[in-house]
């Protein structure tokens, strides 16, 4: 009888024994390492390319649509994209694309709440990815600094004559009418949205009221530094979209110097 007891008890030491080293040791997992793709070709702020494929997003896909509205920003060129599904915003390296145009578009992947900081805007859902067949063109050139230094420039001569600050103050006036103002180019950005946007200051106004400098669009040159005459249409609380607003521009300007 002592031997069965003995038998029995050295046979659940050993069992416990076991149960113990299999709790210890437990079997290693492996992981695929997951591929990240480069971001220096992204937006600013854009998720890293391997994120979107551990979370599951949309990689690899395809989506035709028409083009409703296109925008060039940041050697980016932005589409809102009319689908067989709805809407869809969209975002690729700068590449020449028309209003209307019927474009297919490899997505290597969805981002939700985007906040674009070079936009100032925040899209539920945006695709990022490049156009079958489409071949991006060069980023365009940095924008010059913008000149800080004093300013005294003379109105220009003329009844349409109007300074900086005299726009900004007669904006409601004004609107849809035609002037003609004087001042030093601060600043200067080529081809964005096709138009080039200057900023205009001649002295008048005042920076805590920001009605010392006046946005310009024209398809004319200039430099930072130039003192030119502008021509132009006075529009009134200006809304391109994408975080493109203006209280008061002046548009289709014609420059000279």
Same mark, same amino acid.
């Given at each position: 009888?002592?031997?069965?007891?003995? *038998?029995?008890?050295?046979? *659940?030491? *050993?069992?416990?024994?076991?149960?113990?080293?299999?709790?210890?040791?437990?079997?290693?997992?492996?992981?695929?390492?997951?591929?990240?793709?480069?971001?220096?070709?992204?937006?600013?702020?854009?998720?890293?390319?391997?994120?979107?494929?551990?979370?599951?997003?949309?990689?690899?896909?395809?989506?035709?649509?028409?083009?409703?509205?296109?925008?060039?920003?940041?050697?980016?060129?932005?589409?809102?994209?009319?689908?067989?599904?709805?809407?869809?915003?969209?975002?690729?390296?700068?590449?020449?694309?028309?209003?209307?145009?019927?474009?297919?578009?490899?997505?290597?992947?969805?981002?939700?709440?985007?906040?674009?900081?070079?936009?100032?805007?925040?899209?539920?859902?945006?695709?990022?990815?490049?156009?079958?067949?489409?071949?991006?063109?060069?980023?365009?050139?940095?924008?010059?600094?913008?000149?800080?230094?004093?300013?005294?420039?003379?109105?220009?001569?003329?009844?349409?004559?109007?300074?900086?600050?005299?726009?900004?103050?007669?904006?409601?006036?004004?609107?849809?009418?035609?002037?003609?103002? !004087?001042?030093?180019?601060?600043?200067? *950005?080529?081809?964005?949205?096709?138009?080039?946007?200057?900023?205009?200051?001649?002295?008048?106004?005042?920076?805590?009221?920001?009605?010392?400098?006046?946005?310009?669009?024209?398809?004319?040159?200039?430099?930072?530094?130039?003192?030119?005459?502008?021509?132009?249409?006075?529009?009134?609380?200006?809304?391109?979209?994408?975080?493109? !607003?203006?209280?008061?521009?002046?548009?289709?300007?014609?420059?000279?110097?």
């Amino acid at each position: 009888m002592k031997q069965i007891i003995l *038998l029995l008890a050295i046979t *659940l030491a *050993l069992f416990a024994c076991k149960q113990k080293s299999e709790v210890a040791a437990p079997a290693t997992a492996t992981m695929a390492p997951v591929t990240t793709a480069t971001t220096a070709s992204l937006p600013p702020g854009h998720p890293p390319m391997g994120a979107a494929a551990a979370s599951g997003k949309s990689i690899g896909a395809k989506v035709t649509g028409s083009v409703a509205e296109t925008f060039d920003a940041g050697g980016y060129t932005y589409l809102r994209l009319k689908t067989d599904k709805g809407d869809e915003w969209a975002a690729i390296r700068q590449t020449p694309v028309q209003k209307g145009q019927t474009v297919t578009m490899d997505v290597q992947m969805t981002a939700e709440k985007f906040e674009s900081k070079t936009l100032k805007r925040t899209f539920d859902r945006i695709l990022f990815g490049s156009l079958e067949g489409a071949a991006p063109t060069p980023t365009a050139a940095p924008a010059a600094a913008a000149d800080t230094t004093p300013i005294k420039v003379a109105k220009a001569e003329g009844s349409d004559a109007k300074s900086v600050a005299e726009v900004w103050a007669s904006k409601d006036a004004l609107k849809d009418g035609k002037v003609v103002v !004087r001042g030093k180019v601060v600043k200067f *950005l080529g081809g964005i949205m096709g138009k080039n946007w200057i900023h205009l200051r001649d002295g008048s106004g005042s920076n805590d009221k920001g009605d010392n400098d006046i946005t310009v669009t024209t398809n004319d040159t200039a430099a930072v530094g130039d003192v030119v005459t502008i021509s132009g249409v006075v529009h009134v609380d200006k809304d391109f979209g994408a975080g493109y !607003r203006y209280p008061v521009i002046i548009e289709e300007a014609k420059v000279t110097k």
